[in-house]
């Protein structure tokens, strides 16, 4: 930034008149002698008459004054007879008529506002620079007083007057800028109003056309500049056509300025109070009721759902096709939750093919836009979360609407599962839902797919469903644990988004030979991959607003069997179930039937000896066992619903832990949750 010196003109180089105060007095005298006495004896000046110079003065003056001032009365009284005085450049003074003195270059006074050195006197040229008014501006305001040849230029570039005249009329002129010439800004007042659902051209329309009727006797708010404003556009339209005609006192004291790309207004007025009134203006018509149709960005930050879901849901809502989602995509969870899910097929043997926790895939970018009625668009920002939406004011509150009923604290469900395996002996000998139909009664809940038609018949299928008998099975589960029949796998707790896939995976990796190589040094390279055994659950919860947990089950168990005679590899026996099954909140559900049965043969003794027919059992033993188990899962789903049911669920589980810290862990068997309430 570099400063000037602010010198636009140079400075006066005539110097005051000096002499002596001195009382005149002259009665009926001829000019020449009045002239003669003037400029020669009392101001001692030099000077040049331009004959003829006639005529008579009578001049007095009741207290003695200065030499400015009697050229002043000198200057008045050569008016009254018709000729004129002017100072050249050399300060030699002039006197006869106007045409005689044209040929004469009068001397230039610069003048500073606020100066109080007198001005030359006679005819004479005056600079005036302006500080704050323009020069143009200025000019026009002195035209109805000053003659055309008063005003000998406008210079608009160093911004200052040329004016030509008497000391009189120069003085009144100079009295007339130095009104004018004020500090504009600093006595102007500037407010800048944000708009939310009116655009500003709309505003400034309205404000331009208000007239004095806008408030009980009260001034109107604002008007606009003079300069010509584009039609009003948008809903205001309506509201300002009424008042076309109508005149407008205001013009020009109060402006508006629209900012259009910040959608905003900025009132300028030389008037405080006009602001207040602009304010109250700009609050009527700045309703969402009145929004104007200019299309411009907003932002909705999502609180608690996944930005690209709900602008899928916004593309159908709104009359557009939801774009494709790519893989990988969106999971409709909020921002940093984490989903645990596994394929929808039944797993074929290889665990470890489970797809990836969905809620971990990186969501990246944005979603592309999706233009929907009338020039709405929508987009996912999947980076921030956030949907923009390009539209007007009124397109924006439908959508905005719509979103604040969709973007709600998503359900989840608590998945308690317990993987247990029961040994089947006694009256257990035919499995665990032969034991609770024929012992217990049909009450139990056994055959509970029957009752849902839509899902087919369960009896004849590889598993059973038992609910609504948590009373018995809690019994009969602890008399088995006391018997040590019962083997507890795995219990997991585990929380999952509603419409979302939960996976539960317990086993080992069994080591299996897949090639052998041998090389040309006799090197035999063996390939061994992992195979995984044990139990498989994927859980995929389904809550209706009655708190029914439609649950979509998929269960897998992989045995490592007896060695294979033709392959030396182990045999694997691999079982899978699937099922749809409907349950409230905290009640459980049973799942069984996986039933194995593992026998074993050998015989033992001296050898040769052992295999003699009929007599072999006298030098040997032979050994039969059968071990037949049977794996059941309990599941118990629980919804919940906001922070509240989490928080007792944490309570619930603090208080499950310690009692079983009190209790010195010996429990064998995880306790069940109780029976809710209906």
């Not at 006066?12 to 000019?31: D, H, I, K, S």
């Not at 349950?583 to 039933?595: D, F, N, Y």
């Not at 669920?649 to 499950?656: N, T």
């Amino acid at each position: 930034m570099l400063r000037g010196t602010d010198r636009i003109v140079g400075p006066n180089r005539a110097a005051p008149v000096a002499g002596a105060n001195t009382a005149l007095r002259f009665e009926a005298a001829p000019l020449a002698d009045v002239v003669h006495a003037i400029l020669r004896e009392l101001l001692q000046v030099n000077y040049v008459v331009h004959p003829p110079l006639n005529g008579s003065v009578t001049l007095s003056t009741g207290q003695p004054v200065s030499a400015e001032r009697a050229l002043v009365l000198l200057e008045a009284a050569l008016q009254a007879n018709g000729y004129q005085m002017l100072r050249d450049a050399a300060g030699t003074y002039h006197v006869g008529k106007a045409e005689q003195l044209r040929a004469v270059v009068p001397g230039v006074a610069v003048r500073d506002l606020g100066a109080t050195a007198p001005l030359p006197a006679g005819q004479g040229v005056l600079v005036v620079p302006l500080r704050y008014i323009g020069a143009a501006e200025m000019a026009a305001i002195l035209r109805p007083f000053a003659p055309d040849p008063a005003i000998a230029r406008v210079d608009a570039l160093r911004n200052l007057l040329v004016l030509t005249g008497t000391r009189g009329q120069l003085d009144g002129w100079l009295d007339l800028v130095q009104t004018f010439d004020v500090d504009l800004l600093r006595g102007m007042s500037v407010g800048v109003f944000p708009l939310q659902h009116i655009g500003a051209r709309d505003v400034e329309a309205a404000l331009r056309l208000l007239s004095t009727t806008g408030g009980a006797g009260r001034a109107p708010a604002a008007a606009a500049a003079g300069s010509p404003t584009p039609p009003p556009a948008g809903n205001a339209a309506a509201a300002t056509d009424a008042v076309t005609n109508v005149p407008f006192p205001l013009l020009g004291a109060v402006r508006v300025l629209p900012l259009e790309r910040a959608n905003a207004v900025v009132i300028v007025t030389p008037r405080a109070e006009y602001l207040d009134l602009a304010r109250e203006w700009i609050a009527k018509l700045d309703l969402p009721g009145l929004g104007s149709s200019d299309s411009q960005l907003f932002v909705y930050r999502v609180q608690n759902g996944n930005a690209r879901h709900l602008a899928d849901v916004l593309a159908g809502l709104f009359g557009a096709a939801p774009p494709a989602t790519p893989p990988g995509g969106s999971t409709g969870v909020a921002p940093g939750a984490t989903v645990q899910s596994a394929a929808s097929a039944p797993p074929a043997g290889n665990y470890a093919s489970l797809p990836a926790v969905a809620g971990q895939a990186a969501q990246q970018g944005t979603s592309p836009a999706v233009t929907l009625t009338g020039g709405l668009r929508v987009m996912a920002d999947q980076y921030n979360n956030a949907i923009l939406v390009w539209g007007s004011a009124g397109q924006y509150r439908q959508v905005e609407q719509a979103l604040k009923r969709l973007d709600v604290a998503p359900t989840q469900v608590l998945i308690e599962a317990s993987i247990i395996e029961v040994q089947l002996v006694d009256d257990l000998q035919y499995g665990i839902q032969w034991f609770f139909t024929d012992r217990h009664g049909s009450n139990s809940g056994s055959g509970v797919l029957n009752a849902l038609a839509n899902l087919g018949d369960a009896r004849g299928a590889f598993t059973y469903t038992l609910r609504g008998a948590n009373g018995n099975i809690r019994a009969v589960l602890n008399a088995l644990a006391e018997k040590s029949l019962i083997k507890v796998i795995s219990s997991p707790s585990l929380m999952v988004l509603d419409n979302h896939t939960a996976s539960i995976v317990v086993g080992n990796q069994q080591p299996v030979r897949t090639s052998e190589t041998v090389t040309t040094g006799g090197n035999v390279t063996t390939s061994i991959t992992y195979k995984d055994t044990g139990v498989s659950l994927t859980v995929t919860p389904s809550v209706n607003a009655g708190d029914l947990v439609t649950l979509q089950l998929q269960q897998a168990v992989t045995d490592v069997g007896a060695v294979d005679t033709a392959t030396g590899q182990r045999a694997f026996l691999q079982r899978q179930i699937g099922s749809r099954v409907a349950v409230r909140t905290g009640e459980t559900l049973v799942l069984g039937g996986l039933i194995r049965d593992n026998s074993t043969s050998g015989n033992a003794g001296l050898p040769v000896a052992k295999d003699i027919p009929l007599f072999g059992w006298l030098f040997g033993a032979q050994n039969r066992s059968a071990n037949r188990t049977e794996l059941l899962v309990l599941i118990t789903p629980r919804v919940l619903r906001n922070t509240d049911d989490s928080a007792e669920v944490a309570r619930e589980l603090r208080q499950r832990m310690q009692t079983l810290l009190g209790a010195g862990l010996h429990s064998t068997l995880p306790p069940l949750p109780a029976p809710s309430n209906p």
